[in-house]
């Protein structure tokens, strides 16, 4: 019998880990006391009544068959198929994302190329990078006073930071030989910067977008939990609010799915930009 390879392995050892994870969380919640067990005044105050309580996996498993299997559906304002929160989540996420890729990636490349420009810019960086981009959705809803509008501009803020730091990060480290055999060759300052330090920086600038869009997919949740409407975020505060933990615990799943699709595009993408040197 040929043995495993390390991939084959490490799922292998994955999936025993979620089927014993699963198992020791199906045992560890209490079956629920059936209402023939019930005494007649138990009954009668609505002791018969399901609590609310965490729900076994097998549970879920159901209500993902359910969600899943009609994901658009659209029955009004507040009933709303998986599927359409989720692409409104997403639609927000990139929206905010590439508005904050078109500034924070010639910004960064500015400040890489240029020290004047890095000592200049770096105390406003080290300001406004630590502040909580949910601190900002007061002033966001204040100034735009849309809902929408405002988080995306959240997204924006928290995606640019990475972006632009990783970006300036790899413009400055590009190997100081590679340019100077550019000017060698007598290119102009752009087209060095397309031919050249472009993609030798593409590396540390695509992790920057790695980084980026697993925060902006964090804070969106937080955002529109805040903002309401639609979108995942709002889908989990509204199944809490309905005491539906089979439901929150679904939604839950389906943000770690996405967000793990998210990121294996842009590992996928980083594979793509690597080279050796």
Known sequence: MPSLSLNQRALLMSVLILVVGLLIWEAAIPAQKAVGELTEYERLTGGGAQKAGVPPPSQVFVKAWEELSNPFYDAGPNDKGIGIQIGYSIYRVLSGYLMAAIVAIPLGFLIGMSPVAYKALNPFIQVLRPISPLAWMPLALFIIQDSEASAIFVIFICS??????????????????????????????????????????????????????????????????????????????????????????FSIMMIGVVGMLLDMAFATLQRAVAYAE
């Open 160 to 249: 640019i930071w990475p972006m632009l730091l990783n970006t300036a990060f790899g413009v400055a480290g590009v190997r100081q030989d590679w340019v100077n055999v550019a000017r060698t060759h007598e290119l102009g300052h752009i087209k060095t910067a397309f031919t050249v330090i472009l993609p030798a920086a593409a590396p540390t600038i695509v992790t920057g977008m790695r980084i980026s869009i697993g925060i902006a997919w964090l804070v969106i949740v937080a955002a529109e939990m805040l903002v309401g409407g639609t979108g995942i975020g709002y889908y989990v505060w509204n199944e809490w609010n309905n005491l539906d933990l089979t439901s929150v615990i």
